[in-house]
């Protein structure tokens, strides 16, 4: 009897051992499951990316690893964002209510990750007055973060 119990013990541990990460550094270094913007979240690669619809949800608009002055044909279409640039110097994003970095403006922390509803955003230096963000996106450049007004959450 003793052996059984002991032998069931082990394998319990083993199993539980097989399935849950033996340090912190592997299971920050693991693929993120989930709905959404956690899904689409993956390593730092120095791209900024926008979706049409909100969580990150297809289409995706734009991916871009410089400055656009101009987003064509996904301007004033972008309801969340996500900023997957490296952090250090020019890591935050800027996004603008006009074309060529003009209107109001908005920034997306490196930290922050993404913003998954920009309905609860709005412009800061809007001329017309603090301009909700979702689907008023023209333009965005890569800045520091003494560039930034608001953050984008």
């Known amino acids: 009897m003793r052996k059984f119990i002991t032998m069931a013990a082990l394998l319990g541990l083993t199993a539980l051992g097989a399935a849950v990460?033996?340090?912190?550094?592997q299971a920050s270094e693991?693929?993120?499951?989930?709905p959404g913007?956690?899904?689409?979240?993956?390593?730092?690669n120095g791209y900024m990316y926008a979706w049409d619809h909100l969580d990150c949800h297809d289409p995706l608009l734009i991916a871009a690893s410089g400055d656009s002055a101009d987003w064509g044909s996904a301007r004033n279409r972008a309801a969340s964002v996500m900023n997957r640039g490296y952090v250090?110097?020019?890591?935050h994003?800027?996004?603008y209510e006009y074309i060529y970095y003009g209107g109001g403006h908005a920034c997306l922390a490196p930290g922050e990750l993404y913003a998954d509803d920009l309905n609860n955003d709005r412009f800061t230096g809007d001329p017309n007055g603090d301009?909700?963000?979702?689907?008023?996106?023209?333009?965005?450049?890569?800045?520091?973060?003494?560039e930034c007004?608001?953050?984008?959450?």
């Open 30 to 34: 693991s693929t993120v499951t989930g």
């Open 149 to 153: 007004g608001t953050l984008l959450t």
């Open 93 to 95: 994003v800027k996004f």
């Open 131 to 146: 301009a909700l963000v979702v689907d008023n996106i023209e333009s965005h450049r890569w800045v520091t973060r003494s």
């Open 37 to 44: 913007c956690e899904s689409a979240w993956g390593p730092r």
């Open 88 to 91: 250090g110097g020019r890591d």
């Open 21 to 25: 990460p033996t340090t912190a550094a």
